[in-house]
């Protein structure tokens, strides 16, 4: 024999040949045997992600879309958060991040020294951008619906709580819009042109003034308890009334 593969062909063609003749147990060649009754049975290997077959460390996605390694952050995505993820280092200098499919989510290269700030995700500009336009869309409506409620004064004040207010100018106007549910719509306009004529922009100011009327208490004369109308089933609030909406979100 000429070499070690010459040696590994013949032996692979003796062992086939010998391997013809009749088992001396089964009376038959065992390669027939495998073929008419033992093949059909076999069971197929399932396929598995080339990925899951290498070593990984597993990492908990933080609820703002991180991971940590080594003391750096690096971004996953954000449908990720609070899920575990596993992490690949590739001769210490790359790593890739799978789920826990073996699908793969991001690459990085590895930081070699540590972060000065926290790198921004990709999605949350995406997610602020559009929390910032919302925003703005709450507040332009909060802006139209106190003109319109309060006309002419609501404007001018509207102005100078602009100057003066400052960041606050959403919530103080938030604020004397909800004073309508105790006050008339003319009762705070009245307030409103006093607050002009002395100059005070403020919230509370317009309160002030509204407090100093009288509100008519409600009468109960005339009522009689037994001939009260009330739902024989126990009243309960949703816990749903107690959520910050939207536009309360936005103001704030």
């Known amino acids: 024999m ?20 009749p088992h001396s ?4 060649p065992p390669e027939q045997m495998f073929e008419e ?19 990984k460390e597993p990492r908990r996605v933080s609820n703002d879309g991180y ?4 003391g750096n952050l690096y971004p996953v995505p954000m449908r990720y958060c609070t899920k ?7 001769y210490g200098r790359r790593m890739k991040v799978y789920d826990e499919a073996g699908k793969l989510l991001s690459e990085f290269d590895l930081y070699l020294q540590k972060q000065a700030s926290r790198p921004v995700h990709p ?25 319109s409620t309060f006309g002419e004064a609501g404007q001018v004040y509207l102005e100078g709580l602009r100057n003066q207010a400052g960041a606050n100018l959403y919530w103080h106007l938030a604020e004397i819009i909800r004073y309508q549910n105790i006050y008339t719509t003319e009762e705070i306009i009245t307030a409103i042109k006093e607050c002009l004529n002395i100059g005070s922009f403020h919230k509370n100011s317009i309160k002030r003034l509204l407090e100093k009327k009288e509100i008519t208490p409600l009468s109960l004369a005339g009522y009689n308890k037994t001939n009260l109308n009330l739902p024989s089933m126990k009243i309960k ?15 704030s």
């Open 67 to 70: 991971i940590s390694y080594e």
């Open 2 to 21: 000429d070499s070690l593969s010459d040696f590994a062909v013949k032996l692979r063609e003796f062992q086939d040949e010998y391997n013809k003749r």
């Open 25 to 28: 147990t089964l009376g038959r």
């Open 237 to 251: 609030r949703d816990l749903s009334y107690y959520d910050l909406n939207e536009s309360e979100a936005a103001i």
């Open 37 to 55: 009754e033992e093949k059909a049975h076999l069971l197929k290997i399932p396929s598995i992600e080339p990925a899951l077959l290498q070593f």
């Open 123 to 147: 999605e949350h500009e995406a997610m602020n951008r559009q929390f910032q336009e919302k925003k703005t869309r709450v507040r332009s409506a909060l802006v139209e619906k106190f003109i």
């Open 84 to 90: 575990r993820v596993w992490t690949e280092i590739i």
